[in-house]
């Protein structure tokens, strides 16, 4: 059967117990292992014993499934199977689990299901099986989205706030439930107690999972200081790369789409004035500065070959810290060459 994700989520609360698998699965796979972790945690603090197993095992041993929630748990009598990348080569499994005696609960996480998959048409036609599709959020979900994961914490989130922090995790659920588990220590949050999260206490902390904050190493880059993108880039600490070339990306994304607008005729300022809370407002002055000076040809240009580093990274290439700081280096370049023929 099909359920939305605030009802998967209740599973965190109370198991219900005519359900023998639920199956988080959808392109949003981070919000997927998400709601899977907190299901986890909470039957975990109830006493319930977490066993963990590894999809790709049950095509070679469809029972394994079988054998392992019919067995005794060695915390108690209660036990919940985490059942991770499942997908169709586990059908027979499921199929064996549904005809086997009732045993521990299935929690199964699985990335998107393919049209026509025979596992996911099983689990939505078996009542026995609660199947929970989660999509990709988008800016606009971001207050509705931040509001609940930050409510059971003891905060409240602004807009603008939401709006930070979701751009800064790229919409990623464990992301950003790992920063709001942070501000909500830093806030001394209590749910009977809940504190106002503002734009002043991400900057204090610095957003993007712990990570040495971004904003000041971008908008050296995209202004053309060199200086201190030297000294900044410097800083960053290892395993950065990927994050901070996402966080270029969507920058010089968003210029190049603010610089038609400065082509059509208005100023950098009045286009920067106009986005409102779409830009943090310690960020607007580099946004003008970086109008003033970048083309549409040169962000074009910075932005494919941010997006080449990235892909890189990824395809184990051989590019690695060292060579990103190179890389935005040379963008600084570019902007600080930018900005003196517009002098």
Known sequence: MKIDAARAAGFAKAW??????????????????????????????????????????LKDDPQALVAAVTSLSM???????????????????IEALLAAPQGHAVLAVAGSLKKGSKLLALAEREPAIAACINYEATQRDAPRLLADMAAPLGLRLDQEVAESLFESADGDRMVLRAELEKFALYKNAQPGAPQRLTLDDLAALGIVSGEAELFAPIGAITIGDVESAVELVGRLPDGVAIPLLRALERRFATL???????????????????????????????????????????LAGALADVLAAERAIKAGGGTADLGVQSLLLGLARRAAAAQQRQR
Not at 75 to 93: K, M, Y
Request: hydrophobic share 45%; proline share 5%; charged share 25%.
């Open 16 to 57: 219900p117990p005519d359900v023998r698998l639920l199956l988080l699965h959808g392109p949003d796979e981070s919000a997927s292992r998400d709601i899977a972790r907190q299901i986890a945690a909470a039957q975990a603090a109830a006493g319930v014993g977490v066993t963990d197993l590894i999809g790709a095992t």
């Open 256 to 298: 190049a789409q603010m610089r038609a607008d400065v082509d059509a005729g208005k100023t950098p300022a009045a286009v920067v004035d106009a986005a409102g809370r779409a830009i943090f407002f310690r960020e607007k002055p580099f946004y003008i500065k970086a109008l003033s000076a970048w083309t549409q040809n040169g």
């Open 75 to 93: 915390f108690g009598d209660r036990e919940l199977l985490r059942l991770d990348g499942l997908d169709d080569d586990g059908l027979e499994a």
